[in-house]
Nanobody
């Protein structure tokens, strides 16, 4: 199983970035997908979530109206479009796949993260 994030980098306040997470090794279309982030000295927080079919999304209040999560099940990829970025969005962003095994036990897979720095 692999989740590989890309698209992070340095951006000025007010700018945009698009993160991608390429998945392999599991049935991507059966898993809900989430983006989390962890800023220096802070706990990891859930930023955005999307159901396995893409029919429903959810966002943290801090990013509502600025971030958008989407997925392409044909490409086994989930995206996070980040607009109007603020310095407080600076963090390592992690991709997370959430599903269930045949015994109905929760299964979580994690990527290694990509760093987003918002600074002038």
């Amino acid at each position: 199983v692999q989740l590989v994030e890309s698209g992070g980098g340095l951006v000025q306040p007010g700018g945009s970035l698009r993160l991608s997470c390429a998945a392999s090794g599991f049935t991507f279309s059966s898993y809900n997908m989430n983006w989390h982030r962890q800023a220096p000295g802070k706990e990891r927080e859930l930023v955005a979530a999307i159901t396995n079919t893409g029919s429903s999304t959810n966002y943290a209040d801090s990013v509502k109206g600025r971030f958008s999560i989407s997925r392409d099940n044909a490409k086994n990829t989930v995206y996070l479009q980040m607009n109007s970025l603020k310095p407080e969005d600076t963090a390592v962003y992690y991709c997370n796949a959430q599903g269930w095994d045949i015994f109905r036990r929760r299964v979580d897979y994690w990527g290694k993260g990509t760093l987003v720095t918002v600074s002038s």
